[in-house]
């Protein structure tokens, strides 16, 4: 049977045990799995506004790999969860992105995916158990020529064959035929948007220049792929412009804007600061906001600095909270000096207070110039008291670093 012909066979419903027992199609989903392992499905729940499933799975087996409990993470793109509560799997899997957009999304932990998506999920009874066993290990010795699964996936077309072909080609040093495919495919008007937004993310991990000639000359047709090729140009080495990057921050999708503030933060031009104060102050998501201010870390120059000193005392407490952890983490003489104006300038006194504990977190004590300044000068006693007694003496307002 040709690979080609068992990709359709299995694609058209969930395999079972058994169905396949073709060497070279279980040959190269071992090859591709770091953990291979037999288990029932627990429970489930959704992430991201519907967007992720993650299972919870009760292993019994690890012909590969070990692990006694796992979750594995299925990004949904529209379609009904793969897998339901009490089934029992033959699962193929490795570790799943740990992208920003989909770590903040979910509960932390080493979460899993399948392997070729719904390939890496074989139905298996406890009876067949040891027969499956044995076919991994002998099929883990067996050498496949992967470039025939790859590239008749590449042609195929359909969206779900040109997924599982990135995730194969992963880590894969690629030949000539290997990009002409990946230009026709990037180019099929047939492939879903998420798929080629999925395949200009692969060529801007690749780092080549083949890679870079392919996204440059790529024309995206929507805000979501214009995002996804800013960002692919961006790890190859080719940053957008200004101009690109602002243009997508009043898109509707909070991902899509998500990308331009990063790719903002990223650019050393002092025009950016004015955009990304602007979006953490008034974006209407919650994460864009943050990434926002993360953003403003990045960038370097007293302009930066200025804004994150406007949105420490931000009305909007998470703003500020975010903008306290970036302060933080700079830990640079210019960072203190700007903490010490938040203490003598700043409306509020919780505000003030923040400021304060965070010089002391970053190392001032009480015989520091700027803190003693603060200490003589500052017409709050409270202030002045947290300086001369300790921190301690306010137990409402503390940094943990």
Known sequence: MSVTRLLLLWLVAVPAFGAADEPRFIAELVERSPLIAIGTVTNSETYGGGRFQLYHVDVHHTPQGAANTLTILEQLKGRDPLLQTGERRLFFLRPAPTQSLIRSALPQGDHQELVGGPLGAAAVSAEQDEAAIALIRQAASSNLQRDIWIRAELRSGIS??????LQLLAGVELEAEDWNLLGVALKNVKLDEETRAQLLRFLGQTGKSEAKTLVQ????AGSKLAAARIEALANLGSPPTLRDAALLLSDPEPDVRRIAVDQLGSLEDDS???????????????GVRLAAVRALGRQRGPDALAALERTFVSDDGEVATATAEVL???K?????QTL??????????ESQARALFLMFAQGATKDDPDVKRIAKSHPDPKIRKIILKGIETDPHHHVEE
């Open 160 to 165: 779900r064959f040109v997924e599982d072909a």
């Open 328 to 330: 933080l983490a700079k």
């Open 340 to 349: 010490g104006t938040i203490v003598m300038n700043a409306a509020s006194y």
């Open 332 to 336: 640079t003489p210019e960072v203190r």
């Open 217 to 220: 000359h790529y024309r995206p």
């Open 272 to 286: 950016a600061v004015g955009q990304l104060e602007s979006v953490a102050e008034t974006d209407r998501d919650r």
